[in-house]
């Protein structure tokens, strides 16, 4: 009976934190290259689009702690790409909402990642935090609007675009001036050598 007792608390403590824990009714992506935010919204249901983000982005242990722990402590190594935002909507016990915000790249090398700054309040308890990696983030948001490769620069920031707009049209104008100039002069010179 002990034996009995003694596995199924350690099949309880195995459960993921999901199944315990109050999850988000909304998600707002936002960052570079989208025309609008991406807004998931539906149940807090296995499968449904939310929680299919929820999970891959590590909302749960994130907010809420899990062991074993799956958070990295550490920035990842490397270039990890833009940074988007993740905003959720957590509905509370009373009967207001708390806001959760994780941070978001969903185009690192090594796979998507996903950052939640710990202490943000949440419930009668603050978030865990951490580093979270999951290689089916950025299909998930790619599904629901995010480009499938990172935002590159728009004509309005190309270099010609940069090149107007910093003012450095001016000393191009002042040089073309100078050497209009110079080539009056010139020809003035060469006129008043050839009398």
């Known amino acids: 009976m002990k034996r009995l007792v003694f596995l199924i608390a350690v099949a309880a403590l195995a459960l993921p ?4 824990a109050k999850g988000p009714s909304e998600a707002t992506v936002t960052g570079p290259g989208l025309g609008k935010a991406i807004r998931i919204t539906g149940p807090e249901a296995e499968g449904s ?3 299919n983000l929820a999970e891959a982005a590590g ?3 994130a907010a809420f702690g899990q062991t074993p ?3 990295a402590d550490a920035r990842p190594k490397g270039n990890l790409g833009p940074k988007y935002s993740i905003d959720y909507v957590v509905p509370g016990p009373e009967g207001g909402n708390d806001k959760i ?10 796979g998507g990642w996903t950052y939640m700054p710990a202490g943000q309040p949440i419930f009668d308890m603050k978030t865990h935090g951490g580093w979270f990696t999951d290689s089916r983030l950025k299909g998930i948001l790619v599904a629901r609007g995010l ?3 990172p935002p590159t620069p728009s004509s309005k920031n190309s270099s010609s675009a940069g090149f107007f707009s910093t003012g450095k049209i001016g000393l191009l104008l002042l040089v073309l001036f100078g050497i209009g100039a110079a080539a009056v002069l010139t020809r003035r010179h060469l006129r008043g050598t050839a009398t």
Request: proline share 19%.
């Open 17 to 20: 934190a999901t199944s315990s």
């Open 49 to 51: 689009p939310l929680m």
């Open 59 to 61: 909302f749960f242990p």
């Open 69 to 71: 722990d799956p958070m």
């Open 101 to 110: 915000h994780q941070d978001l790249y969903p185009y690192a090398k090594s």
């Open 147 to 149: 480009p499938s490769a």
